[in-house]
């Protein structure tokens, strides 16, 4: 071997050093780039030096870890950012319902102190008007957020199917690069871990190498979401037991939408949106309309009770929302459902399922969706169900068929349809059969503030007070669990930089080191061209 090829082996060697450092430092900023290494070997004994490989400075197991905890902390980032919302409208001193509620009871205890005051009358009105207009436009901002999470829902998943597909097309092109040029270029490979990484803020996906390199990820129950070059989309589809809100739906391998259930949709943008929609959006709008049902029913009770300035009876105070039924999307019968509320003190702040299990015998399976308790129950003589706060009526029981299934939703949107039914100020029964000016009933229906009548176990104020409270909590744990992820995140951020990130000061040093390689093996051809030419003078 002579000094050329020697010296020429090296400035090759160096020449790719120099390359690859350069490369390193142009990149430096871009994401999901990750720091390439010259790998030399000796070419043989005395025969110079070769480049084994340029190697990706990439660990798999980091970048999984990084990518777990960036899918948890999204999922939180996502939980907080609409429970905060939720937070300050339900906690706000002056335009919450704390207020406006002892602002009512304190108009009632005007009214007991001068029953035929037109003014203490119209004080009445004005807050009971007051109140149930902030109930509604509660219930009209849960309504807007129930609407905003369809369609964020649909956003993630459009964007999750876009980056999948992304993924299945970089598995393609690395296995085509590997057969041509026997191995992956690190550009494709820093791409699709890239495309992992971004698909993990969405979605917690789980990822396998094959032994071929390539990537498959899943979903879910192990539902796959790339598998090799082909992805599975996913769909924003409505709900099969309430049309009303978007849920994610999955094509399979033979092309059917499957409905996936939203507790196994975990972590990511997506998995936040759908957890806080059923932890707290739903149970909000639930207590929420409890609230409103109780109060309601109770003045319009004991309201029926009173004699107005006319000497008639008192009429209802308060028009309120109804409950929703929702049949299932499967369900075969063709019985119809309707539902009404029955007994207030009975009212949870769950929904429910309702489930055929014999057509025959009127029996149904009654579920909680907020626990999963089941009672079994019986169509009475008049064809209803009666459980938690509602009664729920068939008009042909004939018509049922096994199980066959409906969603009882008792007080979600009951809030929404609240309303001060008394306008004139002469209708307001604040007086008892005794005679119509006196305070009986006034003071009957001001006494209703210091009663438990929200479930039996709460007045008013405290059960508002409650849901305050619940919510409060629940954005705290989530604020406090966000920064302890975060830290994590930033941990393992910091680990998978140490490993794959670049750092100018040591690569400008390699620049220098590359350079005097590349120089001193130039002065070995220098030389070798020397000892050439004094070889061939002498012959």
Avoid: C
Wanted: a negative charge; proline letters at 2%; zero cysteines.
């Amino acid at each position: 071997m002579s000094l050329f090829s020697i010296g020429l082996s090296g400035l090759n060697a160096a020449q790719n050093a120099l390359y690859t450092t350069s490369n390193n430092i142009s990149n430096v900023y871009t994401p999901g780039y990750n720091r390439e290494l010259v790998l030399l070997g000796e070419r043989g004994v005395g025969n110079g030096v070769r480049v084994n490989d340029i190697q990706r400075q990439f660990d798999q197991y980091v970048a999984e870890q990084l990518n777990q905890s960036t899918s948890n902390a999204s999922a939180l980032q996502a939980y907080q950012t609409q429970v905060s919302q939720i937070d300050n409208l339900l906690a706000d001193q002056e335009a919450g319902l704390a207020p406006l509620i002892q602002k009512f009871f304190s108009s009632l205890e005007d009214l007991a102190g001068a029953p035929s005051d037109p003014a203490s009358r119209q004080g009445v009105i004005g807050s009971a008007d007051t109140l149930s207009a902030q109930f509604r436009s509660f219930q009209q901002y849960l309504d807007d957020m129930q609407s905003g999470i369809n369609g964020q829902i649909s956003d993630e998943i459009t964007q999750i199917n876009n980056t999948a597909e992304q993924i299945a097309n970089l598995n393609r092109e690395i296995a085509l690069a590997k057969a041509k040029q026997g191995e992956a270029p690190n550009a494709l490979l820093n791409q699709r871990d890239q495309l992992v990484a971004e698909l993990s803020e969405r979605i917690d996906v789980k990822l396998s190498v094959q032994e071929s390199g390539t990537y498959n990820l899943s979903i879910g129950n192990g539902q796959p979401l790339v598998a090799g070059t082909r992805s599975f989309d996913l769909e924003a589809v409505e709900s099969k037991t309430d049309p009303s809100r978007l849920v994610v739906g999955y094509h399979d391998s033979a092309g059917n939408l499957v409905e996936l259930k939203s507790k196994n949709i975990q972590g990511g943008t997506l998995g936040g949106l759908l957890n806080f929609r059923e932890e707290t959006l739903d149970k909000t709008q639930n207590e929420l309309g409890r609230l409103a049902v109780s109060l309601a029913g109770a003045f319009n009770e004991q309201h029926r009770a009173g004699v107005d300035l006319n000497g008639d009876a008192g009429g209802d105070m308060f028009a309120i929302g109804t409950p929703r039924l929702y049949s299932h999307a499967d369900n075969t019968g063709t019985a119809t459902l309707s539902v009404a509320f029955g007994d207030a003190g009975d009212l949870t702040t769950s929904d429910y399922t309702v489930t055929v299990v014999d057509p025959a015998t009127g029996e149904f399976a009654i579920t909680r969706k907020d626990n999963g308790e089941t009672v079994n129950a019986t169509l009475d003589a008049n064809n209803q169900l009666s459980f938690g706060g509602v009664v729920v009526t068939i008009d042909d029981p004939t018509q049922l068929v096994a199980n066959d299934r409906f969603e009882v939703q008792p007080t979600r949107y009951a809030a929404g349809g609240m309303e001060m039914l008394i306008r004139d100020t002469a209708e307001i029964a604040a007086g008892s059969a005794a005679g119509s000016g006196n305070n009986e009933n006034a003071l009957a229906l001001q006494e209703l503030q210091n009663q438990s009548l929200v479930s039996g176990n709460a007045t008013f104020s405290q059960a508002y007070a409650s849901l305050v409270g619940d919510v409060g909590n629940r954005t705290n744990i989530v604020k406090v669990n966000l920064a302890a992820q975060q830290g994590l995140q930033e941990q393992l951020s910091a680990v998978q930089q140490s490993v794959s990130g670049v750092d100018l000061n040591e690569e400008a040093t390699n620049l220098i080191r590359f350079q005097q390689y590349f120089q001193a093996n130039a002065k070995v051809i220098e030389v070798g061209s020397t000892v050439l030419d004094s070889i061939l003078g002498l012959r």
